[in-house]
């Protein structure tokens, strides 16, 4: 599930430094960035964030009478994450419900912690087990659990079915990313795998099996991260006979 955030800063610097920190977490998306509270105000009531990051430093009592201005436009309050340089806002962001209060500059620590809080304390959204493909006044739907792999063809994916029957859709594998439920990874700059049917990882041949049909997949450096991930959640879910 994406979830969208607004920054209010006007210094581009940190801005871009926070963007780079939040890339780390694929669903936190930056819909709009304002200079000030005003701006702020209008972009929040634009867009709809999730959550909303402020730099309390540049004029915090104009930002905190925002925040209880925004009760009066809506029920769909976001999050707001209090960024600055020192301690002397924290009480303030407290009494306003700020779910967190970052030090400037900024931690990796303290953003891994929140942004896994947050993860949590947000509801998920229910992925669909049906995955409808549209090509013109054609749809076709593919119940997820029945599909082995997407395999990248120029600008189009092909979709491999666990009867051996393959579908397409007319859009690069890079839009099904996000789209798929969490039992899809990309492994491979041309593969997305579901993991429910890996039977076997060689890191020596850098290659996943499949169950049906012996089918072998590469697995490539760029996506080993999300190889050493899927083989710790696999073995966690195993009875081990390693040494």
Known sequence: MAYQYTIIDSNESSNLKLQQYLKEYGE???????????????????????????NLNENSSAYFQMTTELHQYGNCIPIFIGISENKKYAYEAL?????D??????????????????????????IPHTLCLKSYRDFQYLNTNDILYLRAD??????????????????????FENQMPKNFIRIHQSYMVNINYISRISYGKAICTLKHHKVQLPFSKSYRKNIDKLKKLLTKNAISSLN
């Open 101 to 126: 209060y970052w030090l400037f500059p900024y931690n990796e620590f303290d953003i891994r912690k929140s942004m896994m809080r947050l993860k949590k304390s947000m509801p998920q959204e229910e």
């Open 28 to 54: 936190f998306i930056c819909c709009s960035i304002a200079k000030n509270s005003i701006e702020g105000l209008n972009e929040i009531l634009k867009h709809s964030p999730d959550i909303v990051f402020i």
């Open 95 to 99: 009494k306003s419900n700020f779910f």
């Open 154 to 175: 120029n600008n189009s994916t092909e979709f491999i079915m666990k009867d051996g029957t393959i579908n397409n859709a007319f859009k690069t594998l890079k839009t």
